[in-house]
T-cell receptor, first 112, second 119 residues
Framework: GNSVTQMEGPVTLSEEAFLTINCTYT??????LFWYVQYPGEGLQLLLK?????DKGSNKGFEATYRKETTSFHLEKGSVQVSDSAVYFC???????????FGKGTLLTVNP | DAEITQSPRHKITETGRQVTLACHQT?????MFWYRQDLGHGLRLIHY???????NKGEVSDGYSVSRSNTEDLPLTLESAASSQTSVYFC??????????????????FGPGTRLTVL
């Protein structure tokens, strides 16, 4: 089955710093790749997705590019804000079975 | 707007009691999922359903059951609650609507979660 590995946190940054959260996957076939964000006390929200190699997903200043050659989907943001403090999950689809495989999550804290 | 809701948001129960957590979605999605979230384990799939009368076991299904009698609801039942089932539970849905409109079939949309404590 699929597996997703993302960098362990916690990650602590100062406001306006550059963010990278690494994510790699193993999968049969060509999964769709996702980043979800979970704010304190809430459910997961889709942040961005990419469905094929070299696709770039982007939303709210966050970006991630589907790299088939390195099986990676790293999340980046050029200038983080305090409001970006949350847990970030990388996920890969299972193809025809509609299931998602999640990484264990990375806690990001941004200090003013 | 379409949404997915869970109830109750918080529940405290005693060991051995039967507990049912509700999940209701108005996306008209075919697929529904239950996860539990625990520190150090991320999200783990409990059960899932691809449509009415269809249910499947996930990776941590022991002690849990689901039934799907309509498109909108997938209640999760803990037959005899155990302290190891203290967790935060999330419901999610995905997939094309039963009305036939096209939607992204693999993007999952999550409810707000239910925090369950078993004493």
């Amino acid at each position: 089955g699929n597996s997703v590995t993302q960098m362990e946190g916690p990650v602590t940054l100062s406001e306006e710093a550059f963010l990278t959260i690494n994510c790699t996957y193993t999968a049969t076939g060509y999964p769709s790749l996702f980043w979800y964000v979970q704010y304190p006390g809430e459910g997961l929200q889709l942040l961005l997705k990419a469905t094929k190699a070299d696709d770039k997903g982007s939303n709210k200043g966050f970006e991630a590019t589907y790299r088939k050659e390195t099986t990676s989907f790293h999340l980046e943001k050029g200038s983080v804000q305090v409001s970006d403090s949350a847990v970030y999950f990388c996920a890969a689809s299972g193809g025809s079975n509609y299931k998602l495989t999640f990484g264990k999550g990375t806690l990001l804290t941004v200090n003013p | 707007d379409a949404e997915i809701t869970q109830s109750p948001r918080h529940k405290i129960t005693e060991t051995g009691r039967q507990v049912t957590l509700a999940c209701h979605q108005t996306w008209n999605h075919n697929n529904m999922f239950w996860y539990r979230q625990d520190l150090g384990h991320g999200l783990r799939l409990i059960h899932y359903s691809y449509g009415v009368q269809d249910t499947n076991k996930g990776e941590v299904s022991d002690g849990y059951s689901v039934s799907r009698s309509n498109t909108e609801d997938l209640p999760l039942t803990l037959e005899s609650a155990a302290s190891s089932q203290t967790s935060v539970y999330f419901c999610a849905s995905s997939g094309g609507s039963t009305s036939g409109s096209i939607a992204s079939t693999d993007t999952q949309y999550f409810g707000p979660g239910t925090r369950l404590t078993v004493l």
